[in-house]
DNA sequence: CTGAAAGCGCTTACAG
DNA sequence: CTGAAAGCGCTTACAG
């Protein structure tokens, strides 16, 4: 009779409790030490021992517990993605095409993905550092920034692997990964000019973001090497908004009504310029050319389709993950990757009105 | 002179070795549980040791190390929010405004936010549960869900506090914060009969998405007690895209060239259903009205503006979040949170034409 | 090839 | 009001 006790649960073990690695070793009667080596792929382990553990693993139905893992093995498998403190940050196609090659490549990697966003108060008191010394993150990834985040510097300093995400800061020695922003303002400049235009507004913004003055110097190279004057008049901030890139628009056609092409440096203010346009009944193309940047999925859908340079930010992101794991594995040497940028024409650009008036011209 | 070796940082404590509790606790000749106690202000311990210590952790700028304290206390303060397996999901202005709000209340309540995606693998090797189970969170925000989503199930068998969020499925019970989708739909179709139109099309998508069938139902309702007939050459579906707007827009306008308004269910398919109406020569509003759904950002910058239902996506996401983490603490009660949602009237819509042409109208 | 022990850095009862 | 001990669930040397 006494024997009828044996089967009954344990008190202090409850039915439900989670397995753990003990109670899979101790079913096993082998060591806990061996249970996870077997579990963590160690060769040390005989193949009898260690098929004879996974099978009992998977019908126990054990899953590490990833803080026991964690505090062990000073690895969290976790990085963290700080996007700037902009409203509508998380809903802004730009970023979230970046973060989708992030989150991909993470999950390919056995990596997990935190949210951060990079609030004054959240910067002042250091949490993005925090963010690795208290073990939250192995690394971070730092999207939309610009040189006043001094912040930056921090990582370094911490000596948490970082990197930056299409932007790079000369200031500190921060890991980045980049589209090629010169290449395709270039390319737009080109085309434009192909076109016949001469007149050629540029909507800018964030002077304070290497990648944005990369593109407002290789336009201005451009039309200086044309011999076209170009005074600030031309260069008008549009503040990476739609609404910006209207009131940019509007300052431009008002000081130039004979202006025929408008370049804006992403293509929120793109879109932003062509409904200033339309507003004041120019026809675009017909009357004003508009080329965007960034090539989001809508640049495709407005009327008329917007032209724009491509970019590959969900490689980017994707990338930039890869290379950030490389760092965290400790590989020494900076990063420092440029990915293409091309041209993709639609229908916002048309020849410019002077040169469609000279015959012979197609 | 044996003195002289006390200054000598020990060997076995490099000098940048992060501080510890125990580093702390011996500093102040307390026990390592005397200053958890302080940190997390048990007021068990006296003012005066409370705030000695207090200051001492500043001075020595001690760091609790998250996994230690996770593993002990059995809470992680991490929460993950599941996008579905979408390949723009993260460039959604949709998801992006909910994760907006859901991760400025996680900053306020001092968790962080983790991001997922439920690919068909994760959701098949149970990852989504795994998630609880091996301690990264405390709960699951699950996005963009629908009534295939069989593993919705799993979360309550698992004991996961899970949250569905701007959706509902009665199969499982699951709490859920959702905008009020029906009223959103009753005010678009009220608006429209008003302006005349009575040739209506209804562009949906989802249709195993409760909320989308509820948008279906109050056009079907409105409509039949108008007296309007209505059969399913009237409803097309344009699967949530802006080319899948498009192509449903072509077959509405080619089945019934009399249609004189058409109302999408989210504002991408409106921006496509527009597209197409221009392409084929006809002028919005003046021919053909279009209503979207969600109020997103660039609706207020499309050319015509968007009319369409404001969607309290940020409140939704915030408020969310705040009953997945009372749920996490225990609150017993189901929670059904329904949110008001409201017309915002632009420029995409007009009068019916045949009711224009009637005297008196304004 | 495997085990026993120590340790990761906290929190939580249990004493006093 | 405070301390010593046990424990959270793993991994990592150290032995043998």
Redesign the interface.
């Known amino acids: 009779m006494a024997n009828l006790q044996e089967p009954r649960p344990d008190v202090s073990r409850p039915v439900n409790r989670?397995v753990s690695l003990r109670d899979v070793a101790k079913e096993a009667k082998v060591s806990a030490a061996t249970v996870s080596m077997v579990l963590n792929g160690n060769p040390r382990i005989s193949r009898a021992t260690a098929t004879r553990i996974q099978r009992l693993v998977e019908r126990m139905g054990y899953?590490?517990?990833?803080?026991?893992q964690?505090?062990s093995s000073k690895h969290?498998h976790?990085i963290a993605?700080m996007l700037p403190a902009l409203?509508?940050?998380?809903?802004?196609?730009y970023?979230?095409?970046i973060?989708?090659g992030i989150?991909?490549k993470a999950?390919k990697m056995g990596y997990?993905?935190?949210?951060?966003?990079a609030?004054p108060e959240?910067v002042k008191d250091k949490q993005h550092v925090?963010l690795y010394?208290?073990?939250?993150v192995d690394g971070v990834l730092c999207l939309g920034t610009n040189d006043r985040h001094r912040w930056l510097g921090d990582f370094a300093a911490a000596g948490c692997p970082a990197m930056l995400v299409d932007n790079a800061v000369d200031e500190f020695k921060v890991d980045s990964v980049v589209c090629d922003y010169a290449s395709g303002a270039e390319q737009v400049m080109n085309y434009l000019i192909q076109l016949g235009h001469r007149r050629i507004g540029l909507i800018t913004a964030g002077q304070d973001i290497k990648m944005a003055r990369r593109v407002r110097k290789a336009y201005e190279t451009q039309l200086h090497n044309l011999g076209v004057d170009c005074n600030d008049t031309c260069i008008v901030d549009g503040k990476f908004t739609?609404?910006g890139g209207?009131a940019a628009a509007s300052k431009l056609l008002d000081a130039h009504p004979d202006m025929t092409a408008i370049f804006a440096g992403n293509d929120?203010m793109a879109?932003?310029a062509?409904?200033e346009a339309?507003r004041r009944g120019l026809r675009v193309p017909a009357d004003l050319s508009v080329v965007g940047f960034d090539d989001?999925?809508?640049a495709?859908?407005?009327?008329p389709t917007l032209t724009t340079i491509h970019l590959p930010l969900y490689e980017v992101g994707s990338s930039a993950m890869e290379r950030l794991v490389e760092r965290i594995h400790g590989r020494p040497e900076p990063v420092k990757e440029v990915l293409p940028t091309h041209l993709i024409v639609r229908q916002s650009t048309a020849m410019a009105k002077t040169t469609t008036a000279a015959p012979g011209q197609n």
Request: proline residues 2%.
């Open positions: 989670v899953q590490p517990n990833r803080l026991a964690s505090l969290t976790v993605v409203r509508h940050a998380f809903a802004d196609a970023f979230g095409e973060i989708s989150c991909d999950g997990k993905v935190m949210l951060e966003q609030k959240f925090r010394e208290r073990r939250f739609e609404e209207a929120k879109i932003g062509m409904h339309v989001l999925r809508h495709a859908f407005i009327n």
